[in-house]
């Protein structure tokens, strides 16, 4: 598998779209930085553009990358490597490098700007992790669809609309059913719901590390109560954890069951 | 060498195997025949592992291969299309295949054969069909396996090409290797093929030697015995 990762992550490195990923978080981090003069405020701004840019790059260039390197595939296949190793030397390469784009982009400015000497190392820190955690769950997804879908157009457009659908439109189903649903106690569902959208639980993770959940209002105070304590926050890496295994397992498995 | 029985595999609806019985013993050059869609193709990916039986039992080398995936070290498999990652190098290409399969070879002999010296630098993505079809086939034959696999291998060859890859072949047979072949030219099938396996509707029709052909279906011609084969009639 480390050979098959070595391989993509190589190429990956040479192609041009992974350079524009990384200077555009290079050149976000510095404008954000110097014309805010303010760390904290440049996380926040970083984790808005984060959440919802992180995931769709990570779409779409796992099913951009699936679909390229085919040919790839199918001459790894008849060679003697298992192949499972192929799938996820291949999942591990693209999600590595989109990953250390971000990490790059973002933390160098950061360090050159004195990230070290001021507090809000940890909430960066924090947006790191996450925005690392959604690369490996975005691309572990479009991956998945891209497996299960021999029609490139079909495959590129359920990944764009997982990626819709988790972004935006469960938010608003979330909204909705808050508003239809407020006569009953709701922190148990709102609690739920959030654990389960990847994209939800990263941005409660952090707005709630940078203490401006009073901002969320009574909700935001079960949230504080739920996250800000060592098991919530335990039990969202968790979560994120499995949001990240669980499709890594299904494309293993799938992997080994299709014809080609 | 191989060992089929009762091979089933559908696609979707598409009954493409039906049954398949195959016994390919050590040694000889075993050319694979059969009308488009007969299920050529289907056979040899079943073999080499890529495409996963319905039913059945396919042993290589007297082992079981079901999830199975170190034996492929023993086969050198020629892809009836030879489609490259096309931002790669031909020499990249033969480094990584050599890194993969950790075996020695003797790939500058080859390169030297199909005179691909010019090409080593250029990415495969800017070579011609043909060119891309000798560098497929530099890299089947760079090992030294005891089973080789070849779909289709004179796609897009010249004609100088064709004599080094007969050549080739012969070579081979001679290390006492076992060969696959798959091929629609006929001509090519008759010089280097000792034995035929004709495919037809998923089933084994006929397995023997070009003489035995030629006698069952009373032709004179190989190119009509294969004809003749598929429509019983003439000959029953």
């Given at each position: 598998m480390i050979k098959i990762l070595k391989y993509s992550f190589y190429d990956l490195m040479r192609s041009r779209w992974s350079y524009i990923y990384f200077l555009f978080y290079l050149i976000l981090g510095f404008v954000l930085l110097f014309l805010n003069n303010d760390v904290s405020k440049a996380v926040i701004t970083l984790m808005n553009i984060i959440i919802i840019l992180v995931p769709l790059i990570g779409t779409i260039f796992g099913v951009m990358y699936y679909y390229n390197s085919k040919e790839f595939t199918e001459l790894l296949l008849a060679q003697p490597i298992k192949r499972s190793s192929i799938f996820l030397g291949q999942y591990f390469g693209v999600a590595g490098s989109l990953t250390l784009s971000l990490v790059l982009g973002l933390g160098i400015p950061f360090v050159l700007y004195g990230l070290f000497k001021s507090d809000a190392i940890f909430d960066f820190s924090l947006l790191l992790v996450t925005g690392a955690f959604l690369t490996l769950i975005f691309t572990a997804l479009s991956f998945n669809i891209a497996l299960s879908n021999e029609n490139k157009i079909k495959g590129f457009g359920y990944a764009v609309l997982l990626w819709l659908f988790l972004a935006v439109i469960y938010d608003g189903i979330f909204l909705m059913s808050l508003i239809i649903f407020k006569e009953y106690p709701l922190d148990t569902f709102s609690l739920t719901a959030t654990m389960l959208n990847p994209i939800d639980l990263s941005r409660t993770l952090i707005l709630l590390k940078l203490d401006i959940s009073a901002l969320l209002g009574y909700t935001g105070a079960v949230f504080k109560q739920f996250f800000g304590t060592n098991t919530g926050l335990v039990i969202s890496m968790v979560m994120l954890v499995l949001w990240t295994a669980i499709p890594v397992w299904r494309l293993s498995y799938k992997a080994n069951r299709k014809d080609f | 060498m191989i060992k089929i029985e009762l091979l089933h595999k559908k696609f979707g609806k598409n009954q493409v195997l039906t049954g398949l019985d195959l016994h390919i013993q050590k040694g000889g050059i075993f050319a694979i025949l059969g009308p488009n869609g007969s299920g050529k193709t289907t056979l040899i990916k079943t073999i080499l592992g890529m495409v996963v039986p319905n039913t059945g039992n396919i042993s290589v080398l007297g082992e079981p291969i079901k999830n199975k995936w170190k034996y492929r070290q023993e086969i050198e498999y020629l892809p009836q299309i030879a489609n490259f990652?096309?931002?790669?190098k031909v020499k990249e290409l033969i480094r990584m295949i050599k890194d993969l399969r950790q075996k020695s070879s003797e790939e500058e002999k080859l390169i030297q054969l199909f005179a691909l010296e010019p090409y080593l630098?250029?990415?495969?993505?800017?070579?011609s069909g043909g060119t891309k079809q000798k560098v497929n086939i530099v890299l089947t034959f760079m090992f030294d396996s005891p089973l080789i696999i070849l779909d289709e291998p004179t796609t897009g060859l010249d004609p100088l090409a064709l004599i080094r890859l007969k050549e080739l072949i012969q070579v081979e047979k001679e290390k006492g290797k076992t060969i696959l072949v798959t091929s629609h030219i006929m001509q090519f099938v008759e010089e280097v093929a000792d034995e035929i396996v004709y495919l037809l509707e998923g089933k084994i029709y006929f397995k023997g030697s070009i003489q035995e052909l030629m006698t069952k279906t009373k032709q004179t011609d190989f190119e009509h015995a294969i004809a003749a084969i598929a429509t019983p009639t003439i000959y029953d």
């Open positions: - | 990652p096309g931002n790669l630098d250029k990415k495969l993505a800017t070579l």
